[in-house]
């Protein structure tokens, strides 16, 4: 049985909440999961991508916690 990795992309709406989907690995297959609205979705390219626009397209959340902010 394949080892499970989780990872996660986190935006913040223009209301200050906090929106997180999860990518979770197993073998070639990743699943995405949004800890906000319970959306799931099978990607095996690309995930990072389609969580990023799940999260623009169905939670307006566009703020990066990463980006640098200088």
């Given at each position: 049985?394949p080892?499970t990795?989780t990872?996660k992309?986190?935006r913040w709406?223009?209301?200050?909440?906090?929106h997180?989907?999860r990518v979770?690995?197993?073998?070639?297959q990743?699943s995405l999961?949004c800890?906000?609205c319970?959306?799931?979705?099978?990607?095996q390219?690309?995930?990072?991508l389609?969580?990023?626009?799940?999260?623009?397209?169905?939670?307006?959340?566009?703020?990066d916690?990463?980006a640098?902010?200088?």
């Open positions: 049985m080892s990795t990872s992309v986190t709406d223009q209301h200050g909440r906090e997180v989907v979770q690995k197993a073998g070639v990743r999961v800890d906000t319970g959306w799931r979705k099978g990607a390219f690309l995930p990072w389609k969580a990023e626009e799940h999260l623009t397209g169905a939670h307006q959340a566009t703020v916690p990463t640098d902010r200088s």
